[in-house]
């Protein structure tokens, strides 16, 4: 038996069996000649025969090795194939997980930026609502400036036009003292005129500014319309009075029903007197606000 074996391929040939059997036959016609035909002869060829089985059994065993080792055909273009693959996805995995980092820090920065312009916002709000307050503040302010400008403008223009006229300023009102005398009603018709009317009486210190006159003056107060109910010329009724002592009184059943600032001696000065009678009087014009 020859065995021959390169990359591809292993070749076992095998002698011609009537060959060999010829030399066996020969070797041992040769052998009994020679007489040496016995036991020796047959553990020879036992061991000839024990070698070719070897030999057999050693170039099935190498084939079986070299098929199971050898890949199948194709088989190293497919692992080359998937080991390329494989590190094309491990390449696009490192490129994916660094993209996946530069857009997370992208993100992160995000976030801060938005959460700095909330926050810059909240106090450009804060700061607007702020300054909406001070300019209606300011607003406010500049029209209460404005109607007291008005006012004070007003109230010029009437310290000079009244002043100019010899009306007297006192307590947030105008007054003027005749120079002559007239009843009741004609004096209050005077003060009409002028855009006035006789003095309403409400306080101590406007019963104190009659007194430093030191004359008999008409004021607006009557009871003409009903008999001992008195009424000042707006219509409201008489609620602190500065009578002087047993006025009012109808002196000798005389028809009293007008009243005037008499006894300036007095802090109760007022006397009821007969309406036709001819008094100095007082006319009151409030400030115009």
Known sequence: ??????????TVEMMNLSDASARTAASKSHSDEDGTTGPGG?????????????????????ISL???????????????????ERDELRSINLRTEENYKILTEERDELKRKLSNFASQQSSLTEERDELKRKLNDCASQQNSLTTERDSLKRKLNDFAHYSNQGWVYFSGSFYYISSIKETWQDSRNDCVRRGADLMIINSNEEQEFTRKYRQIMWIGLT??????????????SLTTSFWHTG????????????????????????NDLECIIKNFWICEKKMTL
């Open 66 to 84: 070299r098929l199971a080792l050898s890949p199948p055909p194709g088989i190293d273009a497919s692992f080359k194939n998937l080991t390329e």
């Open 42 to 62: 047959k553990l020879l060829r036992c061991v000839a025969v024990s070698f070719c089985l070897l030999c057999v059994l050693q170039v099935a065993l190498n």
């Open 223 to 236: 009871d003409r319309e009903t008999e001992e109910v008195w009424k000042w010329v707006d219509g409201t």
């Open 1 to 10: 038996m020859a065995v021959y074996e390169n990359a591809s391929e292993i």
């Open 247 to 270: 006025e009012p009184n109808n002196y000798e059943g005389t028809n009293e029903d007008c009243v005037a600032v008499n006894y300036h001696d007095y802090k109760n000065s007022w």
